[in-house]
């Protein structure tokens, strides 16, 4: 559980976080979206203690940050992959944090197969590529086998079997129950994993919602349809009010109807279905509609 | 179920020395300041030896072994410095920092934790070099007829020449955690070590006389190494220590302000 009141934070004349209150419950991946520069890192540092807020609190598991007594047991965290040490190797650098953290250094080895760097854990991280260092991030961040886990674009630079296999981990972590803040800049990204969205612009957190809740709201309601009877198809649901773009290869694109609404249909007109997706542009729609176009000044 | 118990300062300490010893740089620097120190001994007995015949009587009989044997620490000194400074500033220029009080958000442990594991590797690796630059320079010197060091003194020199370089790397390792560069942190210290000399001569006298034994690095010469080399008369062990205490507690102090107020 993170709580988080009233928090601000401004770097000279920049409001990096303005204000912002929410709380990351335990058991659901949560969401955290917004553009660059929206306030997100600046947002978790502020619950990590590192930075100093100019106002409001956050806490985790009902205390700040500096005060928990096993931090790394605790929280897990991953901020910049980057930033470790470029001569130590993974093994050595993760062995140090287990050490700072009471943790017993054979969780190293666990953590390493878990994001399969074992084959790379000797070798200096300064020849690491992005998505090695995000696998050490991730193991950093798993080595406390914490209840709470704060990782900031964690897909970031991983290749699609990388992000395929952070998807399943972060699913996995909140089925068992623990606290799961992930941010993204990708709306998409966040599609099949967060339950819960917290979308922030321009410092403000401008939704605070289920992700079908986002999309049945803000989004365009678009949803793509493939079937063996495209005209016949076309003509049913533009009778039942919706609005269809002929698209190629037997799709059409529908605007007005719900997802539920089209299968419906296709059902009482005996029309078989191929696919019937609510179309990934639509969560870019209603993230874009919430947050503006562009990165604040 | 999350095991909810402080893993204590010592976690820390463990921590701070795995990073250190991780590091091949500075098993090379504390390699090479042992080898560099003691080679800076012998170029200078070697440049003794060569010349003896040609030096005057008094200036032989001034001729002391020990005083010349530790010439070395000058190299052994600045080389230590450097490393007291890079092991707090590269966790800034890596942003490891952000990592490091995440593991460890009580900023005290992080500081105690690398004052100390700085200091007794430097305070080691010190005593080793300083006893190898004496015992060259015994060695070196065995044919001159100069009367050789008694024991007692030696002891007092290597230990005290320890001292002064360990109290000076807990300076260095406070000092980076205000400043967060290794440039920046370098040039004031050494602007603290050669500062006062370089500026005494153009001070009034009675600065000499009484304010300057008052500077830390005289101070801790009066400490750690009580009448060694022939120094202006210095503050007793008693008052050299509550001096040497009230300044690293100064620059300790500040290192903890900042690094309870300032953003990681
Ligand atoms: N240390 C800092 N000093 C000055 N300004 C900062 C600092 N950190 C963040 N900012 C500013 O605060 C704002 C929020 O930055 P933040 O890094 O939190 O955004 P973000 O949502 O994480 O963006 P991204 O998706 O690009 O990672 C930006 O305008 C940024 O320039
Ligand atoms: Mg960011």
């Not at chain 2, 200078?44 to 030096?55: I, P, R, S």
Request: hydrophobic share 50%; proline share 5%; charged share 20%.
């Amino acid at each position: 559980m993170i709580t988080v009141r009233g928090l601000t934070k401004r770097y000279g004349g920049t409001v990096a976080v303005d204000g912002v209150s929410f709380d990351v419950r335990p058991g659901v991946v949560t969401g955290f979206l917004g553009p660059n520069g929206s306030g997100k890192s600046t947002t978790m540092r502020l619950i990590l203690g590192l930075d100093r807020p100019g106002a409001g609190t956050a806490t985790v598991h009902g205390v700040p940050y500096r005060e928990l007594t096993a931090p790394l047991r605790q929280v897990g965290a991953l901020l910049d992959a980057k930033a470790v040490h470029g001569n130590r190797s993974a093994r050595r650098h993760l062995t140090w944090l287990a050490r700072a953290g009471g943790i017993p250094v054979r969780r190293v080895e666990e953590v390493l197969d878990q994001v399969g760097l074992t084959a790379a854990a000797d070798r200096k991280v300064r020849g690491y590529s992005l998505g090695m260092f995000q696998r050490l991030g991730l193991a950093a961040a798993l080595l406390g086998d914490p209840p709470t886990l704060l990782l900031d674009e964690p897909v970031n630079g991983l290749d699609p079997d990388g992000v395929r296999q952070v998807r399943r981990l972060l699913l996995r972590l909140a089925a068992e129950g623990r606290t799961v803040l992930v941010s993204s800049h990708q709306m998409a990204e966040m599609q099949e994993t967060a339950e819960h969205v917290l979308v922030i612009g321009r410092g403000r957190i401008v939704a605070d919602t289920t992700l079908a809740e986002l999309t049945r709201e803000h989004g365009g309601g678009r949803v793509l349809v493939r079937t063996p009877e495209p005209e016949r198809l076309a003509a049913v649901l533009a009778g039942a009010g919706g609005e269809v773009l002929p698209g190629t290869d037997c799709r059409l694109d529908v605007g007005g109807l719900p997802a539920a609404a089209i299968g419906d249909a296709a059902a009482a007109a005996g029309i078989t279905l191929h696919e019937l997706t609510p179309s990934r542009g639509s969560l870019e729609d209603a993230f874009l509609d919430l947050v503006g176009v562009g990165v604040a000044a | 179920m999350t095991d909810l118990r402080d893993p204590g300062f010592a976690a820390t300490l463990r921590s701070e020395w795995t990073k250190f010893a991780s590091l091949r740089s500075v098993r090379v620097t504390l390699g090479l300041g042992i080898v560099l120190g003691i080679a800076a001994t012998g170029l200078l007995g070697w440049a003794v030896l060569a010349t003896w015949d040609e030096w005057p009587a008094e200036e032989r009989a001034a001729f002391a072994v020990l005083d010349t044997a530790v010439v070395g620490t000058l190299v052994t000194g600045v080389l230590f410095l450097v490393l007291g400074v890079t092991t707090v500033s590269s966790e800034y220029s890596s942003r490891m920092a952000g990592l490091t009080f995440t593991a460890t958000p009580r900023r005290e442990r992080v500081l105690a934790a690398k004052v100390l594991v700085v200091a007794a590797a430097t305070l080691v690796a010190t005593v080793v070099a300083v006893a190898g630059m004496i015992a060259l320079a015994l060695l070196v010197f065995s044919g001159l007829d100069r009367p050789g060091p008694e024991a007692g003194r030696v002891v007092r020199v290597v230990l005290g020449i320890g001292v002064n370089a360990a109290l000076s790397s807990v300076l260095a390792v406070s000092l980076t955690f205000v400043l967060r560069s290794a440039a920046g942190s370098v040039a004031a210290l050494l602007g603290l070590s050669f500062g006062p000399a370089v500026a005494g001569p153009f001070l009034p006298g009675w600065w000499a006389e009484h304010g300057q034994r008052y500077l830390l690095g005289p101070a801790m010469d009066s400490l750690t190494l009580p009448s060694f080399p022939d120094s202006p008369p210095g503050l007793g062990t008693g008052a050299a220590a509550l001096v040497v205490a009230a300044w690293l507690a100064v620059f300790l102090a500040a290192a903890l302000a900042t690094l309870r107020r300032r953003d990681v």
